[in-house]
């Protein structure tokens, strides 16, 4: 696996400067600029000018920046670090007016080279994206590939690390990966192995032995654990991190009759599984714990509601349920509640492909969509690398309005991008560190 690092630059929205595996330089991009200051407000972005001038007399933590995982390169991925106090702007009277011109101006292109760019190894002279799983577990980008190191890059001190590769049974781009406290969780589906279709395993920094001194040698190491049950055969539907530290839920996708549509947990103190009923966490793919709303947020991401916002109550971990028989139902927890408003735009000349959601704390969250134009009868079909995709990366707020409804706030702001895609399978997702 090849690694390209770009040299950062905290003055600049964006990394800049960077060394190729052979240690040639490469160009720095132009920083986006606005004519307009960025913008400090009470949603997280920052504060007034007097308390940015307290604050600067105290020990403050490091500023937390999006970094942005795409699938725009045809030898791997890229990862794009991204300023989201560029997003915002110092003026309350013209904010509405500067958004509104912000999100409907032309897509921009990402500037070049990008912050970290991710070569996938070569299988049989062809390269495979789904021979390569990106995930996060703290300040670190983590990058797990078959039978190759895995590479470890932590953005706070630019540390560059190599670990062990993925277990043989690991099939790398194919499940899910949870960061809980150092360790991540790694679930995945072996397509190869009908008999046992699904693995989990942490890694995490861990004593992997002894030197010829006989004193302990520490390093990044895999822990088999117990499978989940045979109803994960056909996915992961959804999932969240309890805000215990320890429990992770997850619920299964639609089943044949006769199976059990339901939602799991695994303890991972405990290496236990536990059965909690035959409904499903109401949002797909990933949720986020928010302490304001002290409830999981996530995204609906397919269907008559795709594009809203919901969020549910945290369910107990130590609650039992009875298995279920018969055909599978679909029910959600009877207290979710969903936005009013779409976070995704329609406009008539593209469909919408893709989507996440990324949790940037205090109820802030960050929406990365992916759209394609519709295809005109007289237009060649889609090729790899078609730079005809537009990405849209959205910051916004939630709050519970004075019905105790969900409700996005009004301070958010859309940013465009033009961009390749390679496959269709890779969903476009970011980090928050």
Known sequence: MNLQRIDRDDSSSYS???????GASVDRPARM?????????????????????????????????????????????SVHKMDVDSFFFDDDDDHDQAVAAADDAAPRRLPEPPFLRLEIPDVGHLRIHTSMSVAALGTKIIALAHEHCSIVYDTETGVLGVGPHAPLQMECGCGISVPVGGALYALTYRNFDPEHPIDLAALSWARTGTNAMDRPIEGWAWKALPPPPPTFRNGVRSYALHPDGCTIFMSTIYTPPGKTLGTYSFNTKE????????????????????????????????G?????????????????????????????????KTTEEKMFRKFPEERHF????????????????????????????????????????????????HKGELQITRRRSTRSFSVSNYTDHFLPFTFWM
């Open 16 to 22: 800049s400067g960077s060394t190729d595996s052979g």
């Open 33 to 77: 600029s606005s004519n307009k200051r960025p913008r400090f407000d009470d949603d997280g972005a920052g504060g007034s000018s007097g308390d940015r001038q307290q604050s600067s007399s105290r020990c403050c933590p490091k500023k937390k920046h999006l970094y942005l995982v795409l699938d725009d390169w045809d030898k791997g991925y």
């Open 271 to 302: 290496s236990a599984w536990r059965w909690h009923g035959g409904w499903a966490l109401p949002f797909d793919g990933q949720g986020h714990y928010d302490a304001e709303l002290d409830a999981w947020v996530g995204l609906v991401n397919y």
């Open 304 to 336: 008559d509601g795709g594009g809203h916002i919901c969020c549910c109550q945290v369910v107990s971990p130590t609650i039992d349920h009875q298995q279920q028989t018969g055909a599978p139902t679909v029910s959600f927890p009877a207290d979710f």
């Open 354 to 401: 893709k989507a996440s959601l990324t949790s940037m704390g205090t109820s802030r969250f960050c929406l990365v969509e992916l759209v394609k134009p519709k295809k005109r009868r007289d237009e060649r079909p889609f090729r790899p690398g078609d730079r005809r995709f537009v990405l849209r990366v959205t910051i916004f707020g939630l709050k519970y309005n």
